[in-house]
């Protein structure tokens, strides 16, 4: 993570210093794979790290600043509680919303499939229903393909 937040903080000699928040994460030192769970007893374990984190104010900040809220667990929050957050509302989304994380997140989607990953994982990582993976799969599909078509009339 990248930021230009920093924290004064005071060093063991009692020298004020400039560290940036990342180097104070709780995470920095347990697996990342934590943090992109696949159910949610995994991401119970990264939210209990979280909250035990002395940064997890600007960490939060820092995501929701940036529309970090496709993957993972940032800030003590899942990317689906973090949309909601950023929605100003409780969970519980309307179809064209899935629709549109599932187009944001079109080449790490195509990337996952590459390498085989099952789509009710895909989805549990973009907090949808397989079912709009699957549609949003078809929809790259023909749109490549339409691509392609394109070229060769052109060629
Ligand atoms: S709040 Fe969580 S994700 Fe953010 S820095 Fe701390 S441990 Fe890492």
Excluded: Y
């Excluded at 347990?30 to 949610?40: A, Q, Y």
């Excluded at 994380?101 to 229903?129: K, T, Y």
């Amino acid at each position: 993570m990248t930021t230009e937040i920093s924290l004064a903080i005071t060093s063991a000699a009692d020298t004020p210093r400039d560290v940036r928040w990342e180097e104070l994460a709780s995470c920095s030192t347990v697996d990342p794979e934590l943090f992109f769970p696949d159910n949610t007893r995994e991401s119970a374990e990264a939210v209990e790290v979280c909250m035990g984190c002395p940064v997890r104010q600007q960490c939060l900040e820092w995501a929701m600043e940036r529309g970090e809220n496709h993957f993972g667990v940032i800030g003590g929050l899942t990317a689906k509680e973090r949309r909601a957050l950023g929605r100003g509302k409780g969970p519980g989304r309307k179809a064209g919303e899935a629709a549109a994380i599932c187009q944001e997140a079109r080449a790490d989607i195509l990337r996952w499939r590459e390498e085989e990953m099952p789509m009710e994982q895909i989805a549990r990582r973009l907090g949808v229903a397989a079912k709009t993976v699957r549609v949003a799969l078809e929809k790259f599909a023909l749109e490549s393909k339409l691509g392609q078509q394109d070229m060769g009339a052109a060629a």
